[in-house]
């Protein structure tokens, strides 16, 4: 009887690195598909909208937002930590932005912000979502994330372009696009503004319900 023929060390080695392989491409395509998987609006969180003035400091310089029922943001981040399981924070403001700080001359304040979008009647709007956009960017040795929501509100581009005849020539009406923070890691700053060329962002669609 001949003895057992011998396995070469490297080939074993060469095994294991394609299985490891085949588990890691595995693992990533899981985590593609929780990401795909279609997020949940309730009807209900669609309406009752309401503008504000920011001061919170995670706002991104926004200077006026279109704010959603509180349970609504809540709600999709519940949706977002059951398929991903990561330690991620929430604005303490959730908001969609209608004007940023850094857009606009000192002569522009708030309140005329504010009072322009309650004339575009932007607290009455139909709101529709359209999808959930992820921005991942990494530099030395640290990973940055963002989760957001995509929106169509009827009105906005039409204030942008009105706010646009006050603030000046510097100001572009489409350089911001209605979009909600989720969450974030480790923090808000530096993703704004979201323009509408984001929209390749997108990597799940939203359902009403």
Not at 18 to 45: N, Q, W
Not at 95 to 124: C, F, M, Y
Not at 163 to 168: E, M, N, R
């Amino acid at each position: 009887m001949k003895p057992p023929r011998k396995v070469h060390p490297l080939i074993k080695v060469g095994v294991v690195l394609l299985l490891l392989a085949g588990l890691g491409l595995l693992f990533i395509r899981s985590v593609k598909d929780a990401r795909a998987e279609p997020y949940v609006i309730s009807v209900r969180h669609l309406q009752g909208w309401t503008l504000g003035i920011d001061t919170a400091a995670d706002s991104q310089g926004s200077v006026v937002s279109l704010r959603p029922p509180p349970e609504m943001p809540m709600n999709l981040f519940r949706q977002l930590f059951s398929r991903q399981m990561e330690s991620m924070g929430t604005p303490s403001e959730p908001g969609i932005p209608l004007a940023l700080r850094q857009e606009l001359p000192a002569s522009v304040t708030p309140g005329q912000v504010l009072e322009l979008a309650r004339s575009a009647g932007l607290d009455k709007a139909a709101i529709t979502p359209e999808c959930v956009g992820y921005k991942r960017v990494s530099a030395m040795g640290a990973t940055r994330q963002l989760y957001y929501v995509r929106f169509s509100v009827t009105g906005f581009e039409g204030f942008r372009s009105a706010l646009g005849a006050q603030a000046g020539p510097d100001f572009k009406p489409a350089a911001l696009s209605p979009t909600l923070m989720m969450a974030s890691q480790p923090d808000f700053t530096g993703w704004m503004p979201i323009g509408a060329d984001a929209k390749g962002d997108c990597i799940a669609p939203v359902t009403i319900e």
